[in-house]
């Protein structure tokens, strides 16, 4: 069995968490400082039961709502939660996956029923003791029906999906609450005349078998080394200012690079998406003879990438940096440069995670606040 942990507008909830003033409030987390010039990364309940969603224009949702609560984005405070609740969740001593900076995967293969409702009683409980905030749990024989049952009873709903209410769960669940099935892919098997989970079923009942329990099957599992880590963000406007570029792609360079660091990964190439109404989608990657977990390095190696833009100074919108070509880092710097740099990477991270992601930070970046 699956138990798949799902936090309830986490963004949000963190927020309301750390000011109850909120509490209760129709509330919007914006991607930008700016409240009318930028997009719902995050919403509350009931912000939701307006109407108003994750990717909304904010002038739009207050075009709906006109007294929303706004809070800019923090995303040091929400990787940090995250990462609190998954060192949290280790205690239980099941195999764990960190699916993303929201969910999470037990694996209780082999355990006894009724263990796993217990457990998900109790990790629910301490959750909401140690954060004071709420999550959904969802169990099932694989992580793809555990998924879909932590969203069926959401916020702080605790569902089973079993033999004894398998039918009657995927006739009632919409085929865009599975995972995968919200883009293209459910819009094509809609077309068909598909519409809940169990019309998929029927037509394709191995799409449901072939997802097991069992992580080191599963495509999203953490304890193997991850093909590629990337960051993205867009602009909530056009963005001409060469400098302003530059910084996002310093910060999405460091960003990339801390999760490197974390997993004792380096990269040997990194790529570079931009997006704009001159050049549409550019992407262009470059690989390197030697490695690097280093954020300004990476964000070195995304410039020169940038330089093949055809157009001299195009507006920007969005921005991407992925690295990949990962290996484990085993390299041991030699030249006394290297050897500086390196014991400067590490007392940064030692700061940065005492008192926070970010507290040290390039200078370049504070063009991005």
Same mark, same amino acid.
């Not at 138990?3 to 129709?26: C, Q, T, W, Y």
């Given at each position: 069995?699956?138990?798949? !942990?799902?936090?309830?507008?986490?963004?949000?909830?963190?927020?309301?968490?750390?000011?109850?003033?909120?509490?209760?409030?129709?509330?919007?987390?914006?991607?930008?400082?700016?409240?009318?010039?930028?997009?719902?990364?995050?919403?509350?309940? +009931?912000?939701? +039961?307006?109407?108003?969603?994750?990717?909304?224009?904010?002038?739009?949702?207050?075009?709906?709502?006109?007294?929303?609560?706004?809070?800019?984005?923090?995303?040091?405070?929400?990787?940090?939660?995250?990462?609190?609740?998954?060192?949290?969740?280790? *205690?239980?001593?099941?195999?764990?996956?960190?699916?993303?900076?929201?969910?999470?995967?037990?694996?209780?293969?082999?355990?006894?029923?009724?263990?796993?409702?217990?457990?998900?009683?109790?990790?629910?409980?301490?959750?909401?003791?140690?954060?004071?905030?709420?999550?959904?749990?969802?169990?099932?024989?694989?992580?793809?029906?555990?998924?879909?049952?932590?969203?069926?009873?959401?916020?702080?709903?605790?569902?089973?999906?079993?033999?004894?209410?398998?039918?009657?769960?995927?006739?009632?669940?919409?085929?865009?609450?599975?995972?995968?099935?919200?883009?293209?892919?459910?819009?094509?098997?809609?077309?068909?005349?598909?519409?809940?989970?169990?019309?998929?079923?029927?037509?394709?009942?191995?799409?449901?078998?072939?997802?097991?329990?069992?992580?080191?099957?599963?495509?999203?599992?953490?304890?193997?080394?991850?093909?590629?880590?990337?960051?993205?963000?867009?602009?909530?406007?056009?963005? !001409?200012?060469?400098?302003?570029?530059? +910084?996002?792609?310093?910060?999405?360079?460091?960003?990339? +690079?801390?999760?490197?660091?974390?997993?004792?990964?380096?990269?040997?190439?990194?790529?570079?998406?931009?997006? *704009?109404?001159?050049?549409?989608?550019?992407?262009?990657?470059?690989?390197?003879?030697?490695?690097?977990?280093?954020?300004?390095? !990476?964000?070195?190696?995304?410039?020169?990438?940038?330089?093949?833009?055809?157009?001299?100074?195009?507006?920007?919108?969005? !921005?991407?940096?992925?690295?990949?070509?990962?290996?484990?880092?085993?390299?041991?710097?030699?030249?006394?440069?290297?050897?500086?740099?390196?014991?400067?990477?590490?007392?940064?991270?030692?700061?940065?995670?005492?008192?926070?992601?970010?507290?040290?930070?390039?200078?370049?970046?504070?063009?991005?606040?």
């Amino acid at each position: 069995m699956i138990v798949h !942990i799902d936090m309830d507008a986490f963004f949000a909830s963190i927020e309301e968490a750390i000011n109850p003033r909120l509490k209760g409030r129709p509330l919007i987390v914006g991607s930008r400082g700016n409240r009318m010039h930028t997009v719902v990364c995050a919403a509350n309940y +009931a912000a939701k +039961a307006l109407g108003i969603h994750s990717g909304m224009p904010t002038r739009r949702a207050y075009s709906i709502y006109s007294k929303l609560e706004f809070v800019a984005a923090d995303q040091a405070k929400y990787i940090w939660t995250s990462e609190q609740i998954f060192e949290l969740l280790k *205690g239980f001593n099941f195999p764990l996956n960190y699916a993303s900076i929201d969910e999470f995967q037990l694996d209780l293969s082999g355990c006894p029923e009724p263990k796993p409702v217990s457990l998900g009683k109790e990790i629910k409980a301490q959750i909401y003791a140690n954060f004071n905030i709420t999550a959904s749990v969802g169990i099932a024989k694989n992580w793809l029906l555990a998924k879909l049952a932590s969203k069926l009873n959401k916020p702080d709903g605790l569902t089973v999906i079993d033999d004894s209410n398998f039918e009657q769960v995927l006739r009632k669940a919409n085929l865009d609450k599975l995972c995968g099935m919200g883009g293209k892919n459910g819009q094509i098997l809609m077309a068909k005349g598909l519409k809940t989970c169990w019309d998929l079923y029927l037509n394709l009942p191995e799409f449901f078998n072939n997802n097991p329990g069992k992580f080191d099957e599963d495509p999203g599992k953490t304890n193997e080394k991850p093909k590629s880590v990337s960051h993205s963000y867009t602009l909530p406007r056009d963005q !001409i200012n060469h400098q302003v570029i530059m +910084a996002w792609i310093r910060l999405l360079s460091e960003m990339v +690079a801390i999760r490197l660091r974390q997993q004792d990964l380096v990269s040997a190439t990194v790529h570079l998406w931009l997006t *704009g109404p001159e050049i549409c989608n550019f992407g262009a990657q470059k690989a390197y003879q030697v490695s690097t977990n280093d954020g300004y390095e !990476i964000c070195q190696r995304a410039l020169k990438i940038m330089e093949k833009l055809n157009h001299k100074n195009p507006r920007i919108r969005a !921005i991407g940096v992925t690295c990949s070509s990962l290996s484990l880092n085993v390299y041991q710097p030699l030249l006394s440069e290297e050897i500086r740099r390196e014991g400067l990477i590490q007392a940064l991270d030692r700061i940065n995670n005492r008192f926070g992601e970010g507290v040290i930070h390039p200078a370049i970046t504070t063009l991005t606040r």
